[in-house]
């Protein structure tokens, strides 16, 4: 069975960091671009970041940038996203998702594997 596990979401002071971790497994995501996606409550669903299948590049929204930092080990079949200075407008559920591509690509859609989210509240 393929699956995609979100962990690391939580509450949060403003300011604060938090880790996302997405695990695959009955799969490996080396053939993958992963993306992360967000979708705060009342809001429809946007694109946070994406990786390429190799790890060498990434791109990230602007609500992001600077911020967040996306990155993946091949080892534990694993993507990342390092999410500092958060802010309360990032309190949302953030979703991992994989889309077969070729090694450099780091567009992100028409994903074919979904998580289940993993809520982050950032709130004093």
């Known amino acids: 069975q393929l699956q995609l596990v979100e962990s690391g979401g939580g509450l949060v002071q403003p300011g604060g960091s938090l880790r996302l971790s997405c695990a695959a497994s009955?799969?490996?995501?080396?053939?993958?671009?992963i993306g992360w996606f967000r979708q705060a409550p009342g809001k429809e669903r946007e694109g946070v970041s994406c990786i390429s299948s190799n790890g060498g590049s990434t791109n990230y929204a602007d609500s992001a940038k600077g911020r967040f930092t996306m990155f993946r080990d091949s080892a534990k079949n694993t993507v990342y996203l390092q999410m500092n200075s958060l802010k309360p407008e990032d309190t949302a559920v953030y979703y991992c998702?994989?889309?077969?591509?070729?090694?450099?690509?780091?567009?992100?859609?028409?994903?074919?594997?979904w998580g289940e989210g993993t809520l982050v509240t950032v709130s004093s």
């Open positions: 009955g799969f490996s995501l080396d053939y993958y671009a």
């Open positions: 998702a994989a889309v077969r591509a070729v090694w450099w690509s780091a567009v992100c859609k028409d994903m074919e594997y």
